[in-house]
């Protein structure tokens, strides 16, 4: 768990750029801001792959491709535009891996994750924090949900230990709880998440990002199939490729799981050409798509467990009797931020995800918290911390 800064309100105007650095991806933005009452006026976002040889290249090279990525798009945005030489730019740095919060400007990397190992920073969840924060006050919490996870949430300075001596404005701080490697012995490990984890290159490590992120729901999904080809003969002669580590990636699941094509002709499809297993039984494709819903979700109810009990520490879940978390006797409007492709792009996700909310808080209070999509949130949110860093210098 670390200590971040919380973002101000925010009455700048003018041009902030932001580079947002996640697990497959290096995202570059450039915001303009129109002052108090006119909030964004516009955003461009560009969307660039990582190299596959960089995730365990050395830091000069992987900077380095970092910095031309963004001086390109920097050079491509104010093209013709009327520059004053040597003019600063203000950027924010959203980094979706664990980084020691220093001050809001500087932090120190804590180990590489989601298949990283580079030899020889804001993180992404508070720039999804503070783009919910900027456009909705009630915003007090932020979930990464994509190949990698990570959650983050707002909390009285006064409540925290870590925050002695340093002072906010508006009396609170973000904590970036950096969840994916919660571990815990009332997690609901089965034989195929404690294989997953005997065999990774991390082993005993992000824990919870094993059990609910998209690097691993595939191979969950994957060890379960690979294992009931084993012991029945249900597909056939022909589920070799079941055996390959990561070869169902957790796009292919989704699109099998919420496959509606009659005769689950989509997960045929996807079955003959990844898996290269033809001719696979209407019965065997069932199984396929009830193996699937199992994996996904036990993922997003654990997903809103975790939310909920953020939610709770702070006394916004509407059962707990923390007197910041009540207005008149009744529950606070509490809104969590949400990003990344396997909340947003994942309906049946989402749908179990919102289910578990419901069947932890009752229909009542269920109505209390809401899960709100931030569209580019974590890099956006991260220009908008630069834009509010630089006014208070």
């Not at 973000?174 to 994916?180: K, L, P």
């Not at 009830?290 to 509407?318: E, N, P, Q, Y």
């Not at 492709?341 to 749908?351: A, D, I, K, P, V």
């Not at 918290?369 to 949110?381: C, F, K, N, Y």
Request: charged share 25%; hydrophobic share 40%; glycine share 8%.
């Amino acid at each position: 768990m670390e200590i971040i800064w919380l973002l101000a309100d925010l009455d700048e105007d003018g041009i902030y750029y932001a580079l947002d650095l996640g697990a497959t991806t290096c995202r570059v933005l450039r915001i303009q801001l129109g002052g108090r009452g006119s909030k964004i006026i516009n955003h461009k976002v560009e969307q660039h792959q990582i190299p596959q040889e960089l995730t365990s290249s050395t830091s000069e090279e992987f900077f380095d491709f970092i910095s031309l990525t963004l001086k390109e798009f920097v050079e491509r945005e104010e093209n013709g535009i009327n520059q004053v030489p040597d003019e600063r730019k203000e950027l924010g740095f959203t980094f979706s891996f664990p980084v020691r919060q220093l001050s809001i400007s500087s932090g120190v990397l804590i180990k590489w994750t989601k298949g990283f190992a580079i030899e020889d920073v804001v993180n992404d969840t508070v720039g999804t924090l503070a783009l919910g924060h900027y456009y909705d006050k009630d915003t007090v919490a932020a979930v990464i949900i994509g190949t990698g996870t990570n959650a983050c949430y707002v909390e009285r300075s006064d409540a925290l230990i870590k925050s002695q001596g340093l002072l906010t404005n508006s009396g609170g701080m973000v904590v970036n709880m950096e969840w994916g490697n919660f571990l815990s012995a009332h997690l609901p490990k089965t034989s195929y998440d404690i294989a997953l984890d005997d065999e990774s290159p991390n082993r005993n490590e992000q824990g919870f990002e094993k059990m609910i992120s998209g690097m691993y729901l595939g191979e969950i999904a994957r060890r379960v199939l690979h294992r009931i080809a084993e012991e029945s003969d249900i597909f056939g002669e022909s589920a070799y490729h079941l055996s390959v580590p990561f070869i169902l990636r957790t796009p292919l699941m989704a699109a099998m799981h919420e496959d509606d094509s009659p005769h689950l002709r989509e997960v045929g499809r996807i079955l003959e050409e990844q898996f290269q297993m033809p001719g696979i039984s209407l019965k065997a494709r069932m199984l396929v798509v009830r193996v699937c819903d199992i994996v996904s979700r036990r993922a997003a109810r654990l997903t809103a467990a975790g939310i909920i009990g953020m939610l709770k520490k702070i006394g916004r879940d509407g059962i707990s009797d923390v007197a910041s978390g009540r207005t008149k006797g009744k529950p606070k409007r509490s809104v969590v931020a949400i990003e990344r492709g396997l909340y947003t792009n994942y309906s049946m996700f989402r749908e179990y995800t919102n289910e578990a909310i419901t069947d932890i808080l009752g229909e009542e209070l269920a109505q209390n918290v809401v899960l709100r999509v931030a569209e580019d949130g974590s890099g956006i949110g991260a220009a908008l911390l630069a834009a509010t860093y630089s006014s208070k210098r």
